[in-house]
């Protein structure tokens, strides 16, 4: 395996940005110079040596096609040089249809570099973010769901199984969706509960054989380094670690950060370092390499640029400053964690 690390970005992710008077910078809370900012976090962390860009491609119609039904894609292939909204917060822009396939191909493409263990492990900074896109709509800034598309394309090649981590904010309600019933992909998120979008309770556990591949840790605001470690260590680690995948994926979202505009949460960088060598010490023995980090939302620049710096130093076994003041889980979130527990040790027909 060679020790560099594949990193995914190009110039067409700048293009996606939002029309009229929002176009102003700041305007939309997802904009382009979120993109340097992650890409400031990432330098921050690693040597221009260690990494190697892939020159991503445009996902196919079949490969989008895995998680995305085809009336979609063409539906949305329509908005190509036009600007509007999808829904009341997802704008598209001229070139936005292109950022978006790109997008989508380019995580494609660092699933395919690290599973051929050509680099240590994958980050993929992409724009429009994707863990909201359903099946068949877009939604909450979300396009086309760039994780969902990679981890398809993972399954339908060499992985038997691919476990997805989405510690974004905001419940991947469309990732969710689209692997409910497949038992071949977990599917494990950590988000602020309540909030957009709505989805994402504890008993959401899966359908049909796909029951239990669901975890779901809803935490209520104000949650903070202390019961995202906690939630790490008694739910999601062990869930990661009893699936055994060929991959993971790490939906990769900041917005938890106590400085984002979005949400109410009270995370630092030192907890996103935490959960990632948690995360990673979960792995089966021989995994090395097989993970790949996909950018979702974050929102305040320098919160994100610090995070995704830190999320990387912890891969590269560096330590992260800093430490929660108060180093117990608050009582109003050990009854979320201990609620999130019962969940997901329920099995099917259990009360």
């Known amino acids: 395996m060679e020790n560099t690390i594949a990193v995914v970005w190009d110039p ?51 490969e989008l096609g895995r998680v995305h039904e085809p009336r979609y894609v063409e539906e949305l292939a329509r908005t190509s040089g036009r600007r509007g909204y999808l829904d009341a917060d997802t704008f598209y822009a001229p070139g936005s249809h292109a950022a978006a396939v790109r997008a989508a191909g380019g995580c494609i493409a660092m699933v395919e570099d690290v599973l051929a263990g050509n680099a240590a492990y994958g980050v993929a900074l992409v724009r429009p973010p994707g863990h909201h896109a359903r099946p068949g709509t877009a939604m909450g800034f979300c396009l086309l769901n760039n994780i969902a598309v990679a981890a398809a394309h993972a399954r ?156 990387i130093a912890a891969l590269e076994g560096a330590r992260t400053p800093g430490a929660p003041s108060d180093t117990e889980v608050e009582a109003r979130h050990e009854a979320d964690l201990r609620l999130a527990e019962r969940a997901r040790t329920r099995r099917p027909g259990a009360g």
């Open 12 to 62: 067409l992710f700048v293009e996606h940005q939002a029309p009229g008077p929002g176009s102003a910078p700041g305007a939309h809370p997802e904009r382009p110079e979120r993109l340097e900012a992650a890409r400031q976090g990432l330098f921050s962390a690693l040597g221009e040596s260690q990494m190697k860009a892939l020159s991503p491609r445009d996902a196919t119609a079949e």
């Open 156 to 311: 339908a090649n060499s992985c038997a199984r691919v476990a997805i981590v989405d510690w974004d904010v905001h419940h991947g309600n469309g990732t969710q969706e689209m692997f409910y019933d497949d038992p071949s992909v977990l599917y494990v998120s950590l988000h602020q509960w309540p909030l957009y979008p709505g989805t994402g309770a504890r008993g959401e556990v899966g359908a049909g054989d796909g029951v239990g591949a669901t975890v779901n840790v809803p935490l209520s605001p104000g949650a903070g380094d202390a019961a995202y470690v906690a939630a790490m260590d008694r739910i999601v680690a062990p869930a990661v670690a009893e699936f055994a995948p060929d991959l993971l994926l790490l939906s990769a979202g900041y917005d938890a950060h106590e400085r984002d505009p979005l949400a109410a949460m009270r995370l630092t960088a030192w907890g996103y370092a935490e959960m990632t060598r948690r995360l990673v010490a979960a792995m089966p023995k021989g995994f090395a390499g097989r993970l790949g980090i996909v950018l979702e939302g974050g929102y305040d620049l320098s919160a994100l640029q610090e995070s995704l710096g830190a999320t």
